[in-house]
């Protein structure tokens, strides 16, 4: 059983930036592929990054590419999501969900475990 606690979401200004992090519970925090997630309000929840287990492959959806980072420490058991040029289209509730499994995964029919998400709000 992993257990997933998200902080570091916020209000930004449009341009600004924020760090969100996912912190788990357990001792084989590298054996799960980790991922974001967000839904915006009237929209179905998206992928918007997953890491590896060792943290060395990942994946971006489009509408991210090049402004997000997600990244893991491993010895600390914690899964970073780093957001810049935050645009209002990003505001949502975001979600870090673990998978079993050493790789990255894509669909959210992989993941097993979910957090309960945070805020984010960006304003024009």
């Known amino acids: 059983q992993v257990q997933l606690v998200e902080s570091g979401g916020g209000l930004v200004q449009a341009g600004g930036s924020l760090r969100l992090s996912c912190a788990a519970s357990g001792r084989t925090f590298s054996s799960y592929g980790m991922g974001w997630f967000r839904q915006a309000p009237g929209k179905e929840r998206e992928l918007i990054g997953a890491?590896?287990?060792?943290?060395?492959?990942?994946y971006y959806a489009n509408s991210v590419k090049g402004r997000f980072t997600i990244s893991r420490d491993n010895a600390k058991n914690t899964v970073y999501l780093q957001m810049n040029s935050l645009k209002p289209e990003d505001t949502a509730v975001y979600y870090c969900?673990?998978?079993?499994?050493?790789?990255?995964?894509?669909?959210?029919?992989?993941?097993?475990?979910w957090g309960q998400g945070t805020r984010v709000t960006v304003s024009s």
């Open positions: 890491i590896s287990g060792s943290g060395t492959g990942t």
């Open positions: 969900a673990a998978a079993v499994g050493s790789g990255y995964y894509t669909s959210h029919w992989n993941y097993n475990y």
